[in-house]
C-alpha cells in the first residue's frame, strides 16, 4: 500500500482504479447485501476490466474528454465502478443524491450540460418525463446495474436513446489500453451540495482535490486488504465518496452495499452478517442505537449509576455494543454533523471506536479528525498534513490541497468563499488553541445574535435538548419579538399522554435553562408531530422552518 500512496501522490481518479486493479488482483473490492446475503461480488480485477469497458463504451456513445456524465443511483458496486468508468474515459462526473427531486434532477443536468446519464433501473421512474425534453431526448442513457460479462467476458449492457432500449456490447479491454490522459488538476467531479441553507450549488473538484482529501483521511484510519467495510451513506456525498469508497480502495479494502436505506432495524442484522472492521455514518445512526438500546438499560444499571464504577460499566457496555455491531469494529468514524455530547462522553468512556471528524463538499471533504481511542474528550480536532487552519473573525478557513476549484458556472460565489490568497471561508465558526485543536460552534449562518449582540449557537442547544430522553430532534430559532424558541419531536417511545404534554415540554424548557447561560435560555419550546426534511448528512434543513 505505501508503494500505491506513492504513485498516487500525483496522479489521477482513474490512475487510482488501473494502479489498484493491478495491486490487488482478486481480492474482493464491492459486493452487495441483499434480502441477508452477500451477493454481486466484484473483485478489484473486475473492477478495473468492467471500468475500462465502461469508458470504452462511453467513448462509443460519442462521450469526449471534458463531457458531464450524470451519475444517478442508489449505492451498488456498479456506482463506483461507473465513476472510475466516468474518469477513465476523461470525463467529468456529476454524481446525484436520489433524493433529489425531478426538478432538480433536470436543472442541474441543465446547469452542469450533461451529455450522458448513468442510472440505475430503478431511477428509470424518475427520468420518464425528463428524458422528453429536447436536451435530454438525444443523450444516451446508460443502466448501470445491467452490466453483466458473458463467458467470453465482453460487457453487456442496457442503453436508452431516442427513445429506444437496446442492449451493448463492449469487448475485453487490454489492460495496457491508453486511456483519456487528463491532468490531475483538471475538473474530475461536479458535487452538487444538498445544504442546511437550501442553496444547491456545483462544486467542482479535481483529482488532486479528492485523492489528497482521501490520502489525508488514511491518518486517522488504516485500511488494508483485510478490512472490511459497510457503507451505510449515498456515495454522491463527497464524504461517502472519499472517506467510505476511495480511501478503502487505497488499501484494497472490501466494501459491501445495503439495498436499502439503513434503519435500525435493517442495519444491525446486516453488521452481523456483514462484521465490518470500518463504517462511516452520520451521528444520528449511533445516537439512535444509544437513545433507544443503550440509555435505557444504563439508567437502571447500579453500577453506571455509582461513580466508582462508572468506567467500569461503560466498559462492559461498550464491549456489548462492539459485539451488537459485528463483533469486529476497530473504525466508526462519525461525521457530517455535531455528534450529541451526551452520546459522545458514553462512547469514549465506553472505549468504543469512534473517531470525529469534520469538513464540507468544497475541501472534499475532510478538514480535520482524530484517530480511534486516540485523542482526549473535549481536546478538539487535528488538521491532516498538507492542511492549514486559521480563524477570520470566528469564521473557520481552510487551505491546502483538498480546496475546490470553485463553483461550476459562479465565480462571483467562487470568489465570496475562496480568498484571493487561497483561503476557503468555511462558513462555520470555530477557535484553534494554542495546540493547533479545532473547536467547532457552529454554522455562521445559523448564529443567533442575543439581545446584547452576545453570540448564541443554536446547534448546542439543539444539543443538550437532544441528550433528553424524551427528545427525537430540535431546531431552536428566533420568535418574531426576539425570543428564543425550540421545536422539539418528542421519541415515540417516550409515550407522554397527551394531557401531559404542556406539562412536559414546560419541564423540559426549565431543565435546559438550567443549563444555559441567560441571554440564550428558551423562551418557549413547541411540539412538531412529523420529523424534520434533512440532507443526506442528517442534518436538519434549517431554511425550511426558520
Same mark, same amino acid.
Given at each position: ?293 443503550? #440509555? +435505557?438499560?444504563?439508567?437502571? *444499571? &447500579?453500577?453506571? !449509576? =455509582?461513580? @466508582?464504577?462508572?468506567? $467500569?460499566? %461503560? ?48 475541501? #472534499? +471533504?475532510?478538514?480535520?479528525? *482524530? &484517530?480511534?481511542? !486516540? =485523542?482526549? @474528550?473535549?481536546?478538539? $480536532?487535528? %488538521? ?163
Amino acid at each position: 500500500m505505501k508503494n500505491l500512496r506513492e504513485k498516487l501522490a500525483n496522479a489521477t481518479i482513474a490512475d487510482l482504479c488501473l494502479l489498484a486493479s493491478a495491486e490487488y488482483k482478486d481480492n474482493p473490492a464491492f459486493s452487495m447485501l441483499i434480502e441477508g446475503e452477500i451477493t454481486r461480488k466484484v473483485t478489484y480485477k473486475q473492477m478495473g476490466s468492467r471500468s475500462r469497458q465502461l469508458a470504452s463504451a462511453l467513448r462509443q456513445l460519442g462521450i469526449e474528454t471534458g463531457d458531464r456524465v450524470l451519475l444517478f443511483s442508489d449505492n451498488c458496486p456498479e456506482w463506483p465502478i461507473s465513476y472510475f468508468g466516468i474518469a477513465l474515459a476523461g470525463a467529468v462526473s456529476v454524481p446525484l443524491l436520489t433524493g433529489f427531486s425531478a426538478e432538480q434532477i433536470q436543472h442541474i443536468s441543465e446547469h452542469s450540460g450533461v451529455s450522458a446519464i448513468c442510472l440505475n433501473k430503478d431511477s428509470e421512474e424518475k427520468f420518464a418525463e425528463i428524458a422528453k425534453l429536447p436536451m435530454f431526448s438525444k443523450l444516451p442513457f446508460i443502466y448501470i446495474d445491467t452490466m453483466l460479462e458473458d463467458e467470453n467476458a465482453n460487457l453487456n449492457m442496457t442503453i436508452s436513446q431516442n427513445g429506444e432500449k437496446k442492449q451493448i456490447q463492449v469487448n475485453p479491454c487490454n489492460e495496457s489500453k491508453d486511456y483519456a490522459l487528463r491532468s490531475p488538476d483538471d475538473m474530475a467531479t461536479i458535487i452538487y451540495t444538498s445544504g442546511t441553507q437550501g442553496n444547491s450549488k456545483g462544486v467542482m473538484l479535481s483529482s488532486r482535490n479528492i485523492l489528497a482529501s482521501s490520502l489525508s483521511s488514511l491518518a486517522y484510519i488504516t485500511t488494508t486488504t483485510k478490512d472490511k467495510f459497510l457503507s451505510v451513506l449515498p456515495l454522491a456525498h463527497s464524504y461517502e465518496c472519499s472517506l467510505g469508497f476511495l480511501a478503502p480502495v487505497f488499501g484494497g479494502s472490501s466494501i459491501t452495499y445495503l439495498d436499502r436505506p439503513p434503519a435500525p432495524s435493517v442495519l444491525l442484522p446486516a453488521l452481523n452478517v456483514v462484521r465490518p472492521t470500518a463504517m462511516i455514518s452520520v451521528p444520528l445512526l449511533i445516537e439512535k442505537v444509544y437513545k433507544n438500546a443503550l #440509555a +435505557p438499560k444504563l439508567s437502571k *444499571n &447500579k453500577l453506571y !449509576n =455509582f461513580p @466508582l464504577t462508572r468506567p $467500569l460499566a %461503560a466498559r462492559i457496555a461498550g464491549k456489548k455494543l462492539i459485539k451488537a455491531l459485528g463483533g469486529k469494529l476497530k473504525f466508526f468514524g462519525v461525521g457530517g454533523a455535531p455528534l450529541n455530547p451526551e452520546v459522545e462522553n458514553f462512547l469514549y468512556k465506553a472505549r468504543f471506536p469512534f473517531a470525529v471528524g469534520y469538513g464540507l463538499t468544497e475541501a #472534499a +471533504p475532510l478538514v480535520a479528525g *482524530n &484517530k480511534p481511542l !486516540n =485523542f482526549v @474528550l473535549g481536546s478538539g $480536532l487535528s %488538521a491532516p498534513a498538507g492542511v492549514q487552519l486559521k480563524i477570520d473573525n470566528g469564521e473557520i478557513l481552510v487551505k491546502g490541497p483538498n480546496v475546490m476549484l470553485g463553483y461550476y458556472n459562479d465565480k462571483e460565489k467562487t470568489d465570496e468563499v475562496i480568498t484571493s490568497d487561497g483561503w476557503l471561508r468555511t462558513g462555520d465558526i470555530g477557535s484553534i488553541n494554542a495546540k493547533d485543536r479545532l473547536f467547532i460552534r457552529g454554522r455562521l449562518k445559523a448564529l443567533i445574535l442575543g439581545p446584547s449582540g452576545e453570540n448564541i449557537y443554536p446547534e448546542e442547544i439543539e444539543g443538550l435538548l437532544g441528550s433528553n430522553q424524551i427528545v427525537e430532534e430540535a431546531l431552536v430559532y428566533l420568535g418574531k419579538m426576539g425570543e428564543l424558541i425550540a421545536m422539539v419531536r418528542i421519541n415515540e417511545a417516550a409515550k407522554i399522554a397527551t394531557d401531559l404534554i404542556d406539562q412536559t415540554l414546560e419541564e423540559l424548557r426549565v431543565w435546559v435553562n438550567k443549563k444555559l447561560a441567560a441571554f440564550s435560555r428558551l423562551s418557549k419550546i413547541e411540539i412538531r408531530y412529523e420529523p424534520f426534511e434533512k440532507t443526506p448528512t442528517m442534518k436538519i434543513k434549517r431554511y425550511l422552518y426558520v
